[in-house]
């Protein structure tokens, strides 16, 4: 194993708090690639009655994300960390107990909300943990949660090929056992206390849900983060609908994006170090967007190995994007957050990435399969006059931080 630990930070809180993420990372594959699989077949609820149940667990996460963001900042990250991998934990290994639409409306929301709350203070450690260069271990604790949801994706695929009630099961009680293993870790991330409150903002409450400027920072990365449905929604129905590539090539274009991000997040991050380069990041996220979008839009009609390599480098040009996204997105969210209501702002600032996949599919699905070739185009420009808005909506954020944290002026 020792190529594992070669893998990962120096011993000390980075490396708990990385093995933490891996095991989060690796139950949330499972989850994502069993659970629609498992209960329309093996408990045989109905896709409708499933659909409705996860559109539940996304409201459940935005709701639970900015509690829990609040919680935190009052008492301290780790408790409430332990109670959301207990709680997680729980919920998956309810799965096995579903029999009927009620009970499922109960474990859904509370494995879902948990998941995205492990990550929200996981994300909301990192600035009281890592004193220097915090940006890129942000990046690589991004690199690792991918690397931990393929793995996850591939255990779980053995579920999907053999479609069996019992290895179903067994993947589920993987993933419970992995969030299990996460508990004991925690104790061994170095105490952390409630966020230090300052003077003239003592006693205020719920101050992100009335900043206005990081509120549209949070609606700026809502929008742009529609090219994760590009990715996972709009380009294999395209692929299946619109050109003649082989289906495999949608499992290898899944693949190109995890081995880009994980390869080169970190080396993407490095030179976004304030708010005025988390602008500039975020915009050429928006042009890389626009320009995949074209790519993609010209694998119409095409065939073959020609449409293959179209839709390759499209989607590689849309993992670029995502790049600058993340590096851009992770900064400024950080940056123009209060340090004493840090855990309630990114819960928040999460509020636009679960918007993007509530209403992705559905936008996406009307603009790239519905309207072809223009939908493609609409969506790009739609994505890149979003991407030239960030820089904007930044410095307005930073002009107005004199109001809720002292930062540097742009």
Not at 59 to 75: F, M, P, T, W, Y
Not at 213 to 241: E, F, K, N
Not at 264 to 284: C, E, I
């Amino acid at each position: 194993m020792s190529w594992f630990r070669a893998l990962l930070p120096s011993a000390g809180p980075q490396r708990m708090l990385t093995l933490i993420t891996v095991a989060a990372a690796v139950s949330s594959g499972i989850y994502l690639s069993t659970v629609v699989l498992y209960f329309t077949r093996i408990v045989r609820i109905s896709p409708m009655q499933v659909g409705v149940g996860l559109s539940v667990a996304g409201a459940a996460c935005v709701v639970s994300n900015i509690l829990v963001g609040r919680i935190s900042d009052r008492r301290g990250p780790l408790g409430v960390l332990r109670a959301s991998l207990l709680v997680g934990a729980v919920a998956t290994v309810g799965f096995l107990a579903v029999d009927g639409f009620a009970m499922y409306l109960v474990v859904i929301p509370a494995a879902a909300a948990a998941q995205a709350c492990v990550q929200l203070l996981i994300s909301a450690m990192i600035p009281r943990l890592v004193t220097s260069r915090a940006n890129e271990f942000r990046a690589y604790i991004r690199s690792v949660l991918n690397v931990g949801i393929a793995i996850g994706i591939g255990l779980a695929a053995v579920a999907v090929q053999l479609d069996s009630a019992l290895v179903y099961r067994v993947a589920i009680i993987i993933a419970a056992g992995f969030l299990t293993a996460a508990i004991p870790l925690v104790a061994r991330l170095p105490a952390m206390g409630p966020a230090a409150a300052t003077p003239e903002h003592h006693g205020e409450r719920w101050l992100a849900l009335r900043d206005r400027p990081y509120l549209a920072l949070t609606a700026v990365d809502g929008v742009l983060s529609l090219q994760y449905r590009i990715q996972s929604v709009a380009i294999p129905l395209w692929i299946i609908g619109a050109t003649a590539a082989p289906r495999w090539s949608i499992a290898a274009i899944d693949m190109v994006n995890i081995a880009i991000v994980v390869l080169f997040q970190v080396r993407a991050s490095r030179r976004v170090v304030d708010a005025t380069a988390a602008g500039v990041a975020l915009r050429r996220s928006g042009w890389a967007f626009l320009i995949a979008c074209v790519l993609l839009a010209t694998a119409h009609g095409r065939g073959g190995w020609v449409a293959l390599l179209i839709l390759g480098v499209g989607a590689a040009v849309l993992s670029v994007g995502e790049l600058w996204q993340t590096a851009g997105g992770f900064e400024a969210s950080n940056v123009l957050a209060p340090p004493q209501d840090l855990g309630l702002y990114l819960g928040v600032f999460g509020i636009g990435l679960r918007m993007a996949d509530a209403v992705g599919p559905a936008l996406l699905t009307w603009l790239c399969i519905g309207l072809g070739v223009t939908g493609w185009y609409i969506a790009g420009f739609i994505l890149l006059a979003t991407g030239l808005l960030a820089p904007v909506v930044i410095r307005w954020a930073t002009s107005t931080r004199d109001r809720y944290v002292l930062v540097p002026t742009l």
